[in-house]
């Protein structure tokens, strides 16, 4: 709420702004008007018109910064621009030229017409003068809105922006005069308080392009962010806990996902009458895997006895929303039941989910009876699909009772109950641990090496890589990736750029794995990448106990994502 209340307050002082002050006396003008004939015209017209321009810069900035490292140099080449035109007003204005003189030529056009089109038109002028005086201190909060993409939030703090804009605007209209002489003195405080903001800014991005700011605090491990920057985005957003979804409520809608697998389109209507099973899953997660021979088995059990199961794939990484992808994974699994592709999270924040995997035991009712997040519970599941199917058959028997017996093999085997290593992402966005003593430089090439030795959990890189929010790219022949771990196994979910095969050699503690090799290289370490996905690379055969992996990458263009262990 309080960045919300910050972006009102930011759109109701624009009115402050220099470039307005030769609006206004045609709006005081006409305040002896109807305020429906003439002051709500102009505040739809200006509004509408601001909302516009403001959602076509939103639209374009998230654009602009999907263009991989490109994207973030121009995001902060405008955010310079952007500072450089609050210290020197003269910049401003003659930046913003075009928009004012636009207003302008509408603002005379509205003065011929009539009383009601007239001030519509003026609206629209207001709009296009207000816009461009907004600009900078607006830019400021469509650059940050970019970066996250174009979605409901942005659109919001847009929406709170115009309506701060149109506060100040109608009070303008009641008070008349009044607010003018007012405006006036407060000129030379806002031109001050826009420099200073300014100067800041033009700070900021000097120390991100520089790099000092990772610089300084990759010499503090004690002050890892990713964390707290979890934290923050979570109090931030308004998306709810799964804990919040509470038994013995109606099904949320099943509708939104971007293509099915395995079936048609389900909806509720269709399920009513059905005992349903609702996994989030997604195929790189090495938790979900890990589930999924019991639910193949239960699928094969009761799917006769009214049992569905449905796979709702909701992406962690961008290469599992390509539905190319999705589909390989699915039939390399073994998957027969229907999978929902979820790529917009509108099945997962229908139900409120927050976790991989999460089950959801739907009654023939419709009613969520039972949710678990995580692995285990494979028996209190099993009974509780038992219990619904008996009272969707009004007691019967069923066919076949007991529970399943299932062993998974290679990724899908059960995880041991012993100490592990963490699961641990390598792009910037949820880092740590991260042991090089080189300091990350995001979303640029650069070189990195590593340390004499790593302490438990940590990783490091050699070589040449650039590292993004989501992953690091190998730019050259030779790059490494070390890992001090502990655990039975050791998973690395990896690609390759333009889905080119990319060979690479493990070894564990300093020689090939032998015996200890995963399913997805050989007894020597060696291996290749032909697919995004989760790879096997470690499965220990004697006592669970401190290692050292590392993974050599024979050929440029490989991509890593995220450590897991079991």
Known sequence: MLIFFLVYLGGLLTIFSPCVLPVLPFIFARSDQSFLRNGLPILVGMATTFTLLASFAAVGGAWLVQINQYGRYAAMLLLLLLGVALIFPALSDRLMRPFVTLGGRLEQQADKEGSLKGSLLLGVAVGFLWAPCAGPILGLVLAGAALNGANLYSALLLLVFAA???????????????????????????????????????????????????????????????????????????????????????????????????????????????????????????NCLRTLPYLKAWHEKYRDQ??????????????????????????????????AMDNQYTIWNAFKNDAWPAHYLIDAQGRIRQQHLGEGAYEETEQMIQLLLKESHHGEKLLSEGFVHVTGSGTTAAAIDLDRSPETYLGYGRQENFASPEAIKQDVAAHYSTPKSLKQDQWSLSGKWNVSADENVLQAAGGTISFRFQGRDLHLVMGSQNHKPVRFRVTLDGI?????????????????????????????????????????????????FAFTFG
């Open 164 to 286: 701060g804009a149109a506060t100040s605007l109608a009070l303008a209209l009641f008070a008349g005069g009044k607010i003018l002489t007012l405006m006036k003195r407060g000129l030379g405080a806002e031109l001050w308080i826009r420099r200073g903001l300014g100067i800041a800014v033009v700070f900021g991005v000097l120390v991100i392009a520089l790099g000092w700011d990772t610089r300084f605090l990759s010499q503090f491990s004690f002050l890892s962010t990713a964390n707290t920057e979890q934290q923050l985005v979570s109090t931030l957003t308004t998306k709810p806990k799964a804990s919040s979804l509470s038994t013995n409520t109606l099904t949320p809608l099943l509708a939104g996902a971007t293509h099915w697998l395995n079936s048609p389109p389900l909806n509720n209507e269709m399920l009513r009458g059905k005992v349903v099973l609702v996994d989030f899953w997604t195929y790189s997660c090495i």
């Open 512 to 560: 090939p794995p032998d015996a200890d090799h995963g399913t997805d290289i050989d007894s020597h370490g060696n291996g290749v990448i032909r697919e995004q996905r989760l790879y096997q690379l470690i499965r220990l055969k004697g006592k669970n106990s401190m290692h050292t992996f590392s993974i050599k990458f024979l050929d440029a263009g490989a991509e890593a």
């Open 306 to 339: 009214g049992l569905v199961i449905i796979g709702v794939h909701t992406p962690e990484f961008a290469f599992e929303k390509e539905q190319h992808n999705v589909e390989q994974a699915i039939k390399d699994l073994g998957i027969t039941y229907p999978v």
